[in-house]
């Protein structure tokens, strides 16, 4: 051991004459503890948030969704064959989008339909694993009527906003309909609710209605055509890579958009609001490297004639100055390990024990989800690290500039 990190050692482990300064020195700890301690649970609970609205929104939206610039796509099938063989896709498969009125016997309102073939459909309805598709879009049978009619499955939202259940019925309103001698009439279809889903996304839950392909075709008057084809890829995160090259591949009359995309504006205000979270709560550190560097300040005034005599005795300026950035980085390293390991343990302790509960009719979860990160860790170690050894610098300093002989004299 060198005598820099010796000395600073003694001045860590010697009982303080003015308890004042080891005061500070155990408020330093504790707020870098407490800072590190914050940082690490709150930015694991903002990671456990996006993590659950990325599985909840790809459980009911797909990884790539591509469609045609202008006109009709009537050759979804031959670029869905050609889709099932390139490489990185899991799935594709073609679906229709559509604005509809959804009419019960208690009320009415706008609701989104989807057409999908319950044969070769991608990963949808993930969060409702117990929806048997092919079963639930078949036709169905219904008391009083003479042919069975479309099954439709509708978020538990949408549901109650009409006041419908299972096995009730429904008719669908569309605008593309006929032209008579009297005008312009709205298409219309009755179906019978087959089944309900939930995501626990309201912009899903309340507006979205799924019905066999073949069945909105014909509602809709849209012909052998869809509106595109929805992807599953084997690697989420290369969805967008995988669309540039599909697009290249498929010529300029297609495009793409993957989910990344679909939902940017929504990622965005999530990492935004992380970043923000992750500066206020540094704060909390500042604050404690402000006590390391009170306290620093006071050990060098304390310590001027200490100084004075190892200057004599041929220490240096860089000597001096890595005595008491040593003893302020031990103060940041202690704090940081400390706030490390309690924040990990709170972590695991939320995500084992959910002890934090949330209001059901605020939020779509009802405990903490979390999610910790060893990236986020380490870097919150190192920056709680680097503002400790910020703090050290000055005191430091001043403790080099000190001229031996008027602090022995003085001292």
Request: aromatic share 8%; charged share 20%; with cysteine.
């Amino acid at each position: 051991m060198s005598f820099e990190f010796f000395i600073g050692h003694r001045y860590l482990r010697s009982k303080q004459r003015h308890a004042f300064i080891s005061l500070i020195t155990l408020l330093s700890i504790a707020g870098v503890t407490v800072g590190v301690m914050a940082l690490i649970v709150v930015i694991a609970v903002m990671a456990g948030f996006e993590s659950d609205l990325k599985n909840r929104i790809l459980g009911i939206e797909s990884h790539i969704v591509l469609s045609r610039n202008q006109g009709d796509f009537s050759e979804y099938a031959k670029i869905t064959q050609r889709l099932e063989g390139y490489g990185g896709i899991r799935a594709a498969s073609p679906f229709i989008r559509s604005q509809i009125m959804l009419r019960s016997t208690t009320g009415m309102t706008g609701a989104e339909l989807k057409g999908i073939d319950p044969k070769t459909p991608p990963k949808i309805l993930k969060q409702s694993k117990s929806i048997q598709l092919e079963k639930a879009l078949r036709n169905q049978v219904v008391q009083g009527e003479q042919a069975p009619v479309p099954g439709l499955i509708i978020g538990k939202q949408l549901a109650r906003s009409i006041g419908v259940g299972r096995g009730d019925t429904v008719y669908i309103i569309s605008p593309r309909g006929l032209l008579t001698p009297v005008g312009h009439m709205p298409g219309m279809k009755k179906c019978v609710v087959s089944d309900l889903f939930e995501s626990g996304m309201y912009q899903f839950d309340g507006a979205l209605a799924y019905i066999r392909l073949e069945e909105a075709q014909k509602l809709l008057r849209m012909g052998d055509t869809v509106s595109g084809i929805e992807i599953q890829v084997d690697d989420m995160y290369r969805a967008g890579e995988i669309g540039g090259e599909l697009e290249a591949d498929l010529g300029g009359a297609y495009k793409f958009k993957d989910w990344m995309q679909m939902n940017h504006s929504l990622f965005s205000a999530l990492k935004l609001e992380k970043v923000v979270m992750f500066i206020i709560l540094t704060l909390i550190i500042f604050v404690a490297a402000f006590n390391i560097a009170s306290s620093l300040i006071m050990l060098v005034m304390k310590k001027k004639k200490d100084i004075g005599i190892l200057k004599t005795m041929g220490a240096t300026h860089r000597h001096i100055r890595r005595i008491f950035i040593f003893k302020g980085m031990t103060i940041g390293l202690v704090g940081t390990l400390l706030g490390g390991g309690l924040g990990i343990l709170l972590c695991a302790l939320l995500e084992k024990y959910r002890f934090v509960e949330l209001p059901g009719d605020v939020y779509y979860i009802t405990t903490l989800p979390v999610r910790l990160e060893a990236l986020d860790v380490l870097l919150i170690a190192i920056a709680a690290l680097v503002i400790c050894f910020l703090a050290t610098i000055y005191p430091a300093d001043q403790a080099a500039k000190i001229d031996p002989i008027e602090a022995i004299r003085y001292g």
